[in-house]
């Protein structure tokens, strides 16, 4: 089973783009390097390439976590694309909770005839019985059960006649017989009208709340109260650290997605900031606390390093280069106001004339309502940002110049995305992309277990020594 068709665009800065278009794109983004760098026989399993690959589709969790991305980075569209779900604690015991409920509550409104005694008429014979013993020939023809009941009534008999109960309480409230195909939520509001006309306060019906609350979302995902209240209050975490809230509320734009051509490889690359202001760029990571008595900063460390953050960086980092040095062109998925356009022309027109790539900020946010955040600063580069090509005396530029005074860290990232990619067009040469699978390409020395594979430390058993 393979996905709808999606387009697939041209390189340039995109907008708006929805997240399934982005996720469609014939590419290479950070998360498919990683998978890359696994196995060519993984990526292929999960690429477009694969033709039984299972339609993507958005987990609750992947929910949740655009909900919190769009909470943290667009505060303001947060309640536009989101709404709280009702919680029946909200409404307390007079709530009714189901059809059940709803029925039994008619039930307690409308006439019983086990609140009535013995000596209720409850047949058209019985009735008839009574105007006979009053000296009244009851009519067989011309006259119903219902006018029977009603004469009998009229002679002052002080007995019940269930016939005649049902007819003037029908007449006060409405219809006791249930309509055929009657809705649940039709049944509710026939309670309504029951309590209403007795002067009572309409109950609250989980279904008419569940239908109103869906007749109002208009196109908003719903999410469970404790899940909505859960990111309000993380979104209070973010924006009332001073530290971290300053770098997100300067002038920008969240998920913008740029789709380029790898200058090295050929390579369709594509890359997706959480927040790209005119100056730096915005990665903004959560963080579980798994190693007990580590400090966060430690952890944090840790994080960037075994999570691949650091290929992610130098992906994003290549992705803003071809913006800041080429002239890719800018899309808007959505039609938006002349202002609005010049806003956006403005953002990518002050990074073009930046004679220095761009910066990076991380934000890392502990997870479980954990008011821990920490920015961290990105240094890719040995020396400080804004030298001039002179004063370091670069006989080739100052981008070769840059190429030698990689951080390490961000050299590795820039190296094994390298070989992601190589490895990539490797497959694509051997394997292509019509669905043929693709198989692990190995040397025969690679083949081979020998004392060379292991480190040092473990051939001495010192992994064993206390």
């Known amino acids: 089973m393979t996905d709808q068709p999606v387009p697939q665009l041209e390189d340039g800065i995109y907008f708006d783009m929805p997240n399934e278009v982005y996720h469609a794109q014939h590419r290479l983004s950070t998360s498919k390097i990683t998978t890359m760098m696994e196995a060519p026989a993984a990526f292929w399993r999960s690429s477009w390439m694969n033709p039984d690959r299972e339609p993507r589709t958005e ?33 307390g015991g007079a709530l009714l909770k189901n059809d059940s409920e709803v029925r039994a509550r008619i039930k307690e409104l ?29 009519k067989d023809q011309g006259d119903n059960a219902l006018e029977r009941a009603q004469r009998l009534h009229q002679t002052g008999f002080t007995g019940d006649i269930w016939s005649y109960i049902v007819a003037e309480w029908e007449e006060d409230h409405g219809k ?14 026939r309670l309504h009208g029951y ?21 109002s979302l208009d196109g908003r995902t719903p999410l469970d109260k404790n899940i909505y209240q859960s990111i309000l209050r993380d979104q209070r975490f973010v924006y009332g650290n001073e530290r971290v809230g300053s770098l997100l509320t300067a002038p920008g734009y969240a998920e913008v997605s740029i789709l380029y051509t790898c200058p090295t490889t050929g390579v369709k690359c594509q ?8 100056n730096y760029w915005i990665d903004l990571k959560t963080w579980d606390a798994r190693s007990f008595g580590k400090g966060a900063p430690k952890q944090i460390l840790e994080i960037f390093q075994y999570h691949g953050h650091h290929r992610g960086s130098a992906m994003y980092m290549e992705a803003l280069e071809m913006v800041r040095t080429t002239g890719l062109m800018t899309f808007h998925w959505e039609e938006v106001e002349d202002d609005e356009l010049k806003r956006r022309d403005k953002l990518i027109a002050d990074i073009r004339k930046r004679e220095n790539p761009m910066e990076c900020w991380y934000i890392f946010q502990r997870r479980g309502g954990v008011p821990d955040l920490r920015r961290r600063k990105l240094k890719f580069w040995g020396y400080a940002q804004g030298v001039e090509e002179q004063s370091i005396e670069a ?30 067009v490797q497959a694509m040469e051997i394997y292509g992309d ?33």
């Not at 006791?176 to 509001?189: H, M």
């Not at 083949?447 to 058993?461: A, K, S, T």
Request: hydrophobic share 35%.
């Open 59 to 91: 987990t609750d969790a992947q929910i949740m976590g655009h909900a919190f991305h769009t909470a943290r980075l667009e505060p303001e569209e947060f309640p536009k694309r989101y709404a709280c779900k009702p919680d029946q604690e909200d409404f």
């Open 110 to 138: 409308q006439p019983n005839k086990a609140d009535y005694g013995d000596d209720l008429l409850t047949t058209d014979k019985q009735v008839k019985d009574a105007l006979k013993s009053l000296g009244i020939e009851p």
């Open 176 to 189: 006791i017989a249930e309509p055929a195909g009657e809705s649940v939520i039709d049944r509710a509001v």
């Open 195 to 215: 309590e209403l006309s007795m002067g009572e306060e309409p109950s609250p019906c989980w279904c008419i709340i569940m239908d109103q609350f869906e007749a």
């Open 271 to 278: 890359a997706r900031m959480d927040k790209l202001t005119a």
């Open 395 to 424: 006989p080739n530029g100052l981008d070769n110049f840059r190429k030698d005074q990689q951080s390490f860290w961000f050299r590795r990232g820039v190296n094994e995305n390298l070989a992601a990619k190589e490895a990539f």
């Open 434 to 466: 019509e669905g043929a699978p693709w198989y692990p390409i190995e040397s025969d020395e690679q083949e081979e277990i020998n004392d060379g594979c292991f480190r040092d430390f473990w051939l001495d058993g010192q992994d064993h020594v206390s």
